[in-house]
């Protein structure tokens, strides 16, 4: 697959859809490397990568179910949740590691983690994966478990695995997201 084909055919599949096999560890390092690469303004890599599988996934529901404790107002649904996430193949949670003293700003720096995210998706949709990006707060027990610093946030929460089934996604044009501008006409509709 070439890289305009992989870009334009990548989509998101929920948890619940995603089996066995996940990437392998040749198939992670990888997919880390890979998000590696993206655009990192003062080449301070930003962020930092956790891998979960095997049994850090079992492991996690004692983490969710003190993330949450207290919180939960419909036990059926939340229930149903935590078996989701912990029958998920492999997680990638990537975190903000911000250098607050670094010239470059807090904002470019959570940004180059989040293009770490989209790198890890587009890389293991590349080698034929699926997986889906969540946002998590961060705080008591995931901050604790994840060994995070004050200042540091959740940037990505990636599921991976394999797709029970393919599909391909819906897309909108770029039309309606897109304008031109030049001093005389101003900003203008993109046509």
Known sequence: MDAIESLMTR?????GSLIQPAPNRAQ?????QTAMTVPDHGNIKPWRFVVIQDQGMKDLEGVLRAMYDGQVEDEIYFNRFIKE???TPMM?????????DHNVSILDQQLAGGAAC???LLAAHAMGFGGIWHTQDTEGA???M??????????????LGTPKRTSAAKRQSFTDYTFE???ESGLQPWA
Request: proline share 2%; with cysteine; net charge negative.
């Open 92 to 100: 990638i949670c990537v975190y903000s590691a911000l250098n607050t």
């Open 142 to 144: 995931l901050r604790q």
């Open 181 to 183: 501008w030049n001093q």
């Open 85 to 87: 996430i912990i029958n």
């Open 146 to 159: 994840l060994q995070m610093g004050e200042e540091d946030q959740v940037l990505g929460v990636i599921s």
């Open 11 to 15: 989509r998101s599949y929920p948890r």
């Open 28 to 32: 992670i390092e990888k997919i880390l």
């Open 118 to 120: 989209e790198h890890i």
